[in-house]
């Protein structure tokens, strides 16, 4: 009561104008009170619009429009950039994901598939979560990929070759992610052919040199070497790389564990790797050392066409834990492992020299590309082995897709789907074709080519059925399967690749 009676007299002495400026200010801090709560059940509502929406596009128009009249500008603007960066993270390929840079996005950002929350973005475009910190330099995403083949040859005149089967080409799931503006890191487990194996597993260091950007990883990473070799094998438009690709590749195979420097500009990339042997390796032995180099130049480039040139090289030195080299490479798919073009192994290498051109380009939904490669092997006592190859391929878009080239790189990443099935549309079709040629040298050598007919079917831009026709013919002059025989080879998969 004593409380009561003292305000009342402080009131009662208090100035008319005091009062007034008192309660003037309550009204401004009750009207921006209740301006915020407004902000946020209307960035609620949003939310929960997105979700539902049917039309990506005219909500996307009408939450911009709102989100301008009743939103503070920096919420606005905070939202904008959240999109922007899930956008730039969705478009890049597979494995590229934590270290391409907004500025240059593969194709024109997309909308659907996003739900913002908090402070972050939470994309579902293709098909697993990622999720982007409100600015845009933290991200996550989870991997996965599943490539299920089925393979029928027949034809041989060896029976032993006709065979049918099926196989799970691939299984991977992982992990990928950027802390900060310049740390990012991939790891993945791959389970294939009855083994499980680690593919990538790297931490790289990415940073900006003038108009161009830099990027140093250590760990187990994809040797960038040849065009198809370079590229993911889920992002190939045939099943198989080509024997360009194939019949050159080192001891140590695609991937190689060690350090890898590489060099992006407007129009060129550079890579250099320095690899011991695969992860798998027992420690009995020392390694063998790869040291792999590979150049892209593009110089024609518009929105429409882009033309590609480039060249690798590599030498190998082998330990002398390696009593041999291998010298055979498949031409009737991957699961038939008795076609092959097959020469007599290099006893006691010493170490190999190897190079190849690539040339071709894009203009809208058709594409072109050829390449040459030669593998030259010694031994310790002077006698040696090589081998040549060469593929020259293209393809086609029937539903008007850009050939998914990523100029950064030079290599090929996975179709943007104009229509996908989960968007009511059809999908993507492409058709393609490829020749391929090899042959090794020497008395006991091989010769072999193959020309395969396939046809591909987006569902979305990471489902993919797929299905291939290979006529090819060897020529052995040692193994199993000595003198000419020709076959052909059907080959199908369902991929679905994260």
């Known amino acids: 009561m004593a409380a009561i009676v003292a305000t009342s007299a402080l009131v009662a002495v208090t100035p008319a104008r005091a009062q007034d400026a008192a309660l003037e200010r309550l009204v401004r801090e009750q009207a921006i009170l209740l301006q915020l709560q407004q902000a946020r059940i209307d960035a609620l509502e949003r939310s929960v619009q997105a979700i539902s929406a049917t039309n990506g596009g005219r909500s996307q128009a009408r939450e911009s429009s709102s989100t301008t009249t009743l939103m503070p500008r920096e919420l606005a603007q905070g939202g904008t950039r959240r999109a922007e960066r899930a956008d730039a993270l969705r478009q890049v390929p597979a494995g590229n994901a934590a270290l391409r840079p907004p500025s240059d996005p593969l194709t024109s950002p997309s909308q659907s598939g996003q739900v913002a929350g908090g402070d972050e973005v939470f994309d579902w475009k293709k098909g697993l979560p990622q999720v982007v910190s409100q600015d845009g330099r933290f991200a996550f995403r989870l991997r996965g990929r599943a490539l299920l083949d089925l393979s029928t040859t027949f034809g041989s005149r060896f029976d032993a070759r006709n065979i049918t089967g099926t196989e799970a080409r691939s299984v991977r799931l992982g992990v990928e992610g950027r802390a900060g503006d310049k740390l990012a890191y991939l790891v993945e487990a791959d389970f294939a052919n009855n083994q499980t194996a680690l593919r990538s597993a790297y931490l790289a260091l990415t940073d900006k040199w003038g108009k161009a950007s830099w990027e140093l990883s250590l760990g187990n990473r994809l040797t960038d070497r040849s065009f198809d070799g370079a590229s993911s094998s889920d992002s190939l438009p045939l099943l198989e790389r080509s024997a360009a690709a194939l019949a050159t590749a080192p001891r140590k195979g695609s991937f ?34 790869t040291f792999t180099g590979r150049v892209h130049w593009n110089p024609w480039r518009s929105q429409d066409a882009i033309i590609h040139l480039g060249t690798w090289a590599y030498r190998e030195n082998f330990s002398s834990g390696v009593t041999g080299v291998a010298l055979a490479t498949q031409v009737g798919g991957r699961f038939n492992d008795l076609v092959t073009t097959q020469a007599m192994s290099l006893l006691n290498p010493d170490h190999g020299n190897a190079f190849g051109f690539e040339a071709g380009g894009t203009w809208k939904s058709l594409w072109m590309f050829g390449e040459y490669a030669k593998r030259d092997l010694y031994a310790r006592g002077e006698v040696g082995a090589g081998v040549t ?10 539903t008007g897709e850009k050939a998914p080239y990523v100029a950064r790189t030079g290599t090929w990443s996975k179709p943007r789907v104009l229509h996908p099935i989960a968007e009511g549309g059809s999908g993507a079709v492409e058709i ?11 008395l006991t050598g091989a010769d072999g080519w193959s020309a395969t007919l396939g046809a591909n079917w987006y569902l979305m831009d990471w489902v993919r059925l797929s299905l291939d026709g290979i006529s090819w013919h060897t020529n052995n002059r040692t193994g199993t399967f000595i ?16």
């Open 432 to 442: 393609a074709a490829r020749y391929d040629r090899l042959d090794y040298s020497g």
């Open 389 to 398: 190859a060469g593929s020259i391929s293209t393809g086609y878009y029937l």
């Open 256 to 289: 190689g564990l060690g350090a890898t420097l590489k060099a992006f500009a407007p129009t060129w990339h550079a890579a250099v790797q320095i690899a011991g042997n695969d992860v798998s390796t027992n420690g009995s032995v020392s390694d063998s050392a």
């Open 483 to 498: 003198g000419g025989d020709d076959g052909n080879t059907v080959y199908t998969r369902v991929q679905v690749s994260f």
